[in-house]
């Protein structure tokens, strides 16, 4: 059973760019959610998705968004970036509330 | 809003040395409880988890039970690994119908074990 696989694992972006990442969750599962890990600020959650909906939203500026498809794939963007954005963007996938996430490798992203 | 707190690291050890990592929380509903592992330059893996007070999560070794009453999820493993040298987290997700759930981590946990 494939994981949950997140594109690109790496990424270089200058100030003022926008980026999108992506994420493919494990089969079955509806709920995404993104979550920004920096080495400040720890872990923190951005957004959730199911079936296409966003569900909860963390307390990020108006310049990160997301949004899921309808085979569950979710990608985030995030506009005009800034230097402060660099951090390990990681995804993670679940089958239902409460039972835990499984999480993919992550998106490194650094802004120059 | 929900927190969770854990002891700061980094924590070294000897192999075979026993661990414990401490966390407690704080949680405006009935939490699910988890600890997560972070090994290098990968994303989170879950390590064990326990959805109601007394319950026991186990693996690999590592053990942590839910306690209610003193709002903690302690992590212990008897005899410690070279490779189980990680960044160790603990979480609390609060189901709320219809409001989705999100997963509160702890600031982590570094761990180094040394042969």
């Known amino acids: 059973k494939a994981g949950v696989t997140q594109t690109p694992r790496y990424l270089i972006k200058t100030r003022g760019q926008q980026v999108t990442l992506s994420c493919s969750p494990i089969s079955g599962h509806r709920s995404v959610s993104w979550y920004q890990q920096t080495p400040g600020q720890g872990l923190q959650f951005l957004f959730e998705y199911f079936s296409e909906t966003q569900r909860n939203k963390g307390n990020f500026p ?23 954005d660099s951090a390990l963007y990681l995804c993670a996938s679940s089958l239902r509330q409460g039972v835990g996430y499984t999480f993919g490798s992550g998106t490194r992203l650094t802004v120059v | ?29 009935y939490p699910s409880l988890f600890w997560y592992v972070q090994y290098p330059g990968e994303g989170l893996q879950l390590l064990l988890k326990a959805t109601k007070a007394d319950d026991k999560g186990s693996n690999k070794g590592f053990e942590a039970t839910y306690r209610k009453e003193t709002t903690s999820f302690h992590l212990e493993k008897g005899s410690v690994q070279v490779s189980d040298s990680a960044v160790y987290f603990c979480a609390l997700s609060v189901v709320i119908k219809a409001a989705g759930n999100k997963l509160t981590f702890g600031g982590g946990t570094r761990v180094l074990v040394k042969p």
């Open chain 2, 1 to 29: 809003g929900d927190s969770v707190t854990q002891m700061e690291g980094p924590v070294t050890l000897s192999e075979e040395a026993c661990l414990t990592i401490n966390c407690t929380y704080t949680a405006t509903g």
């Open chain 1, 62 to 84: 108006g310049r990160f968004s997301g949004r899921q498809f309808s085979n569950s794939r979710s990608e985030m963007n995030v506009s005009t970036l800034e230097l402060g």
